[in-house]
């Protein structure tokens, strides 16, 4: 009986093709690594068809190993096989043709079928070229799950079986002749029994030559020609043989390429809509206004939706969280620490959670969506440019914008950028992007101070966030570590037309992780705040908790920016930041209603008062009802108005929260990219660098007097950290070379 | 650019994407593909697993952004 084996890459589409050729129905699917094992079926009474596993190689060293691909091998070359089929997969030809060149050299009658061919998006595939360049053997284009082409297939494989003894078959060798009297060498002494073995003497003595171990084939006799022929070529390249092999296929197949595949137009270049849109949104100028109005048009949506819900699940989380669980611990009489570790720590913090919810999930959405149109690459691309005019490197433009996101998966992104001095310049660039932690505390300051234009506010918060990031890189890249700047290469896909489902579905997993990871801190700090709150101390005359002796001795380092003495949480809750940005406007939550100690009375009937209240949270979503009970309900947003008296404090306060410090795990994960040194350069420098803006913003609105000695301060403080920063910079470059440290 | 300047780049750098050796290559990232997979399927260029997606679009090639970086060991 004769055997016909099927070979190609995986998922190339064999199993397929054997199916309709045997009509078995053996699995097929859409991923590599379906076939693991041969599996054998009758096409007629006298043939035999072989699905063999997909294979890149059938030289077992370039394998690493895989036991699919080494089943492939080891039948092809310890087996009688009579034909073979081998399927490329046309949307990847080069690495299919690497295959196909060695199995051209087992010198066997040979059909090639181009599968595929229907899934090709502007390219053709020239199938008289292809089979000009294989002569002597046979070339099908086909889609091996069209029924018509199965046919087509029948008809050749039996055409082709028929005249196989005719045929004469010529192998194509693309070595060099140094390879080539290698291979003739090796060839010459091979001893073989050819009953025995398919793969002509040529193609097992490449595989030898490649350092290849065939089974049942001994080469201890060959040592000596061997290593002459290795020594030989080795010393011509430098290279391991089975490379200088596998470097003259790709050379051979590079030649034969460009009469192959044709290029069609883009389908880029065929949209006229992207073409058009493009026109506007990467213009020199147009481009970075485009920009801005999509940026804020983002903001003004994210922040109008969530305004609309925030009271709901405020409330929700104050009636239940709050004066439920107030009402359940009255009833039993619980100690006063329990007391604060629930309703302060725990019910606050939540409630807090709550409300940060719909601003979460809105700006997540907003992302997400001009993720999904193909707009976020033209960001970059409209920024690079920008970027490049103040001498900066373009590519850092890609982790400033994963920033906007998370400071951390940001700075493990500066791996991509080529040189040390760039991974350095951009991780110290990018804490100053706003992240979606601080989003979520900016959101609750903006609503409730400026309620008429939030977005405005947030809007401004991004773009110094840029502008300080800029201006860091600048400074860093033209006094401190001056260098070559790297381009930005990036591909910008076609613009669609977003998909709701999967955008709402990205947005709520990550609004789900983000409410996690805020409720672990929630957990940490309620039991820290509840355990200071508890103890008592006598202080100036009066007695009073640890917390509030904390924050007491703190508040003044924040007199600066504008925290009054009395107005203690706002500083804890800036060290409380260090740890997490997220924790905040929890910890603001948490002190106020601890310090306020405000829920005095509790209400007689819960249910009644529960029920009251959330149904006026659900009639606050009408429009008309809300226009007319425009008040400010939320515990926290009432507090915040209590402690920050004048709006210049506010905005102060917010800029300071944009630009101090990153947070601990920002710190850590750029420490471990670069070293200590740049990371306390990274966290000094940002704690100058907010001192200095929220001063002067006081200084700008309140025209205050006091706060120029912080001003004066903090410029010491910058120009310190620039000469201090110089000298790293300077002694990493002696130690590394100069070279190295503008390499890698 | 052939197989042993694509090993001499990896060698040089921490990692870097497909798109990334086209750059250095001034080549096309399609042009390179086959290279790397052949180093990958040798077992000396390694996947790094990162989180450095913009976000959840699809719309760019996936393959072209997965971080390769050069390993000694053969797995």
């Given at each position: 009986m004769k055997k016909i084996a099927l070979l190609g890459n995986?998922?190339?589409?064999k199993t397929t093709l054997f199916n309709a050729l045997t009509k078995k129905r053996n699995k097929v699917a859409?991923?590599?690594?379906?076939?693991v094992e041969v599996a054998t079926a009758a096409y007629s009474k006298n043939l035999e068809i072989i699905d063999l596993p997909g294979c890149?190689?059938?030289?077992?060293?370039?394998?690493?190993?895989?036991i699919d691909e080494m089943i492939a091998a080891n039948y092809l070359f310890n087996n009688k096989v009579d034909f073979i089929v081998n399927i490329i997969d046309s949307s990847n030809l080069v690495r299919s043709l690497y295959l196909t060149t060695q199995l051209l050299e087992l010198e066997l009658p040979t059909i090639i079928i181009v599968n595929k061919?229907?899934?090709?998006?502007?390219t053709t595939i020239n199938i008289e070229s292809l089979a000009k360049s294989l002569k002597p053997y046979a070339i099908i284009s086909a889609c091996t799950n069209d029924p018509k082409d199965i046919i087509n297939i029948k008809h050749m494989l039996e055409n082709k079986m028929l005249n196989t003894q005719k045929q004469k078959l010529k192998p194509i060798l693309c070595f060099s002749d140094e390879i080539k009297n290698c291979i003739e060498k090796v060839q010459q002494s091979l001893a073989l029994d050819e009953a025995e073995i398919t793969a002509s003497k040529q193609a097992i003595a490449i595989n030898i030559l490649s350092g290849n171990k065939i089974k049942n084939i001994k080469t201890e006799s060959l040592y000596n020609t061997l290593d002459a022929c290795r020594k030989k070529l080795q010393i011509e390249s430098q290279e391991d043989m089975d490379i200088v092999i596998a470097q003259a296929r790709y050379d051979f197949i590079k030649s034969i390429m460009p009469k192959i595949e044709i290029k069609q137009k883009t389908e880029k270049e065929n949209d006229p809509v992207t073409k058009r849109l493009d026109d506007i949104l990467t213009h020199k100028y147009l481009g970075i206004i485009s920009l801005m109005c999509i940026m804020y048009f983002l903001f003004f949506f994210a922040l109008s939706t969530a305004s609309s819900v925030q009271q709901l699940f405020s409330n929700i989380g104050e009636v239940f969280l709050i004066t439920g669980t107030a009402t359940i611990l009255n009833k039993l009489n619980s100690p006063d620490i329990f007391n604060i570790f629930l309703i302060h720590g725990l019910g606050q913090g939540i409630t807090t959670l709550l409300s940060f919810i719909p601003i979460v999930f809105t700006m997540f959405y907003s992302i997400n969506f001009l993720e999904e149109t193909g707009y976020m690459p033209r960001a970059a691309f409209v920024t690079d440019r920008l970027m490049r005019i103040l001498h900066l490197p373009g590519k850092a433009f890609i982790p400033l914008l994963i920033g906007f996101s998370c400071n951390v998966p940001a700075i493990i992104a500066t791996r991509t950028l080529e040189t040390k001095r760039d991974r350095i310049i951009a991780g110290i660039m990018t804490p100053f992007m706003l992240c979606n932690a601080r989003l979520a505390v900016f959101a609750i300051f903006a609503s409730t101070f400026f309620p008429t234009y939030p977005s405005v506010i947030i809007f401004s918060l991004y773009i110094t966030g840029v502008i300080v990031a800029i201006i860091t890189g600048f400074i860093l890249c033209r006094f401190i570590i001056p260098g070559d700047i790297q381009p930005l290469i990036m591909e910008l896909p076609p613009y669609q037309i977003p998909k709701q489902k999967t955008i709402i579905a990205n947005s709520l997993t990550k609004t789900v992780k983000f409410c996690f990871r805020v409720g672990k801190y929630i957990v940490g700090l309620s039991g820290i705040i509840s355990i200071l709150s508890s103890v008592s101390y006598e202080y100036h005359g009066a007695t009073k908790t640890l917390l509030e002796i904390i924050g007491a001795n703190i508040t003044p380092m924040f007199n600066g920016i504008g925290v009054s003495n009395d107005n203690w949480p706002a500083s804890v809750a800036i060290i409380a930041g260090i740890v997490a940005k997220e924790t905040v406007i929890i910890t603001l939550s948490q002190l106020y209603n601890g310090s306020l100690n405000n829920i005095t009375t509790l209400p007689s009937d819960f249910w009644a008062y529960a029920i009251d209240n959330i149904q006026n949270s659900f009639m606050l979503l009408v429009p008309f009802y809300k226009a007319s009970h425009n008040e400010i309900n939320s515990s926290l947003q009432a507090n915040l108005k209590m402690f920050f008296t004048n709006n210049s404090n506010v905005i102060a306060y917010l800029f300071f929260n944009l630009l101090y410090m990153p947070c601990i795990s920002t710190i850590i994960t750029f420490a471990k990219e670069t070293n200590w040194r740049w990371a306390m350069f990274s966290a000094t420098w940002s704690l100058s660098i907010a001192y200095l803006i929220a001063s002067l913003i006081l200084k700008l609105t309140n025209m205050a007097t006091e706060n120029i000695l912080v001003i004066s301060v903090t410029v010491i403080a910058i120009a310190l950290n620039i000469i201090i920063s110089k000298r790293i910079a300077q002694k990493e470059i002696k130690n590394e070379s100069g070279h190295e440290f503008n390499s890698n | 650019m052939n197989l042993i300047q694509i090993k001499k780049y990896f060698q040089s750098v921490p990692m870097a994407t497909t798109i990334d050796v086209a750059e250095h290559f001034k080549t096309q990232p399609v042009e390179i593909k086959c290279y790397v997979e052949h180093w990958e399927h040798k077992g000396l260029l390694k996947k790094c697993i990162t989180k450095n997606k913009c976000g959840s679009c699809s719309l760019c090639d996936f393959d072209l952004l997965q971080h390769y970086k050069w390993s000694t060991k053969v797995a």
């Open positions: 995986p998922n190339c589409g859409n991923w590599a690594g379906v076939t890149y190689s059938i030289c077992h060293a370039d394998t690493s190993g895989a061919v229907d899934l090709l998006k502007n | -």
